[in-house]
């Protein structure tokens, strides 16, 4: 990680290390990079524990749409701290192998169909279309579609603390994505020069 080891904590830090302590059995990823900046630390474990753990959206829902943000991001941490998650809530691993190697997913799941083309939209195009949006709009509803789009925006800005601060991924993980190598993109090997 870019960031030095944090030896010795404030009042501020040591309360929020103990909350993450209490909500996730330890300081892991891109909460111990949040103990830096306590009061906006707070705020986005706080939102992250709400858009993990009790959003209008199911949980196989809320797991893909962070694996879905993670694959976008390059956010190899995430990935692998989630993807077993999604496919314990049912998400099918096949489908999962797929994304992470950057191909077409093909869904079972038309729900989850739905919430990859709508949250791939969001983040890759930054617009919704008409027809996606509708759709969405009537299969999760509007409090659902709402805690969507927070919960993208959210796993947005853990994917961005995550690179940006180079946190190392658990010693028994492996690099989950085949075009991405410590922090950075690979050309493909079958790809011209």
């Known amino acids: ?23 996730r059995g330890g300081v892991h990823g891109p909460f111990d990079a949040l103990l830096r900046s306590p009061r906006p630390g ?11 753990q009790e959003s209008a959206l199911p949980e196989r829902l809320r797991e893909l749409a962070l ?8 956010a190899q941490h995430s990935w692998n701290a ?5 496919e314990a ?14 191909e077409e997913p093909r869904y079972t799941a038309a729900d989850e169909e739905l919430l990859h083309r709508f949250a791939t939209q969001a983040l890759v195009e930054h617009f919704v279309d008409d027809d996606t949006y509708t759709a969405a709009l ?8 709402v805690d969507l789009v927070i919960a993208l925006g959210n796993f947005a800005t853990l994917a961005l603390i995550l690179n940006t601060f ?9 690099p989950p994505f085949p075009d991405v190598r410590g922090f950075r993109r690979v050309r493909a090997e079958h790809s011209p020069s």
Not at 42 to 52: I, W
Not at 82 to 86: F, I, T
Not at 97 to 102: P, S, T, Y
Request: charged content about 30%; overall charge negative.
């Open 82 to 86: 989630h993807v077993g998650k999604a």
């Open 1 to 23: 990680m870019r960031l030095t080891p944090l030896h010795e904590a404030n009042a501020e830090q040591a309360e929020l290390r103990d909350r993450i302590t209490r909500r």
């Open 138 to 145: 009537q299969e999760f509803g509007e409090a659902a579609l």
């Open 166 to 174: 180079q946190v190392d991924l658990r010693p028994d993980s492996e």
């Open 67 to 74: 694996l879905v943000t993670a694959r976008h991001f390059d």
């Open 89 to 102: 809530a049912g998400v099918e691993g096949a489908a999962l192998r797929r994304l992470a190697r950057g």
């Open 42 to 52: 707070a705020l986005v474990e706080a939102l992250s524990t709400y858009c993990t």
